[in-house]
Nanobody, 126 residues
């Protein structure tokens, strides 16, 4: 599977951005999708995940209530709407695809994911 993330940029604290990730190469609707991020000098953090069907999502505590993951299976695209952004959200954001078909629940950790996009930079200024 190939993943192409886009939508990053520079935004002031309190602002919003929407990231998109277009997938190709396998049946998108069969696989859970997620977003992770990595800030300079920090470990990668998995922030959001959606079940293959789109009817269940999970979030890291650091973004809960501010970020929303969604997917459009007809468009083979997963989104990450980020609101009330904070300087600590500054990172390169990566989308990822689950290795298991039709997993019963979304997983907010890197282990289940075996395909990663190239990353898109998000910078939040204070």
């Amino acid at each position: 599977v190939q993943l192409q993330a886009s939508g990053g940029g520079l935004v002031q604290a309190g602002g919003s951005l929407m990231l998109s990730c277009a997938a190709s190469g396998r049946t998108f609707s069969w696989y859970g999708m997620g977003w992770s991020r990595q800030a300079p000098g920090k470990e990668r953090e998995f922030v959001a995940a959606t079940k293959w069907s789109g009817d269940s999502t999970r979030y890291a505590e650091s973004v809960k209530g501010r970020f929303t993951i969604s997917r459009d299976n007809a468009e083979n695209t997963v989104y990450l709407q980020m609101n009330n952004l904070k300087p600590e959200d500054t990172a390169v954001y990566y989308c990822a695809a689950d290795r298991i078909r039709r997993r019963s629940s979304p997983v907010v950790e890197s282990g289940p994911y075996n395909a990663w996009g190239q990353g898109t930079q998000v910078t939040v200024s204070s």
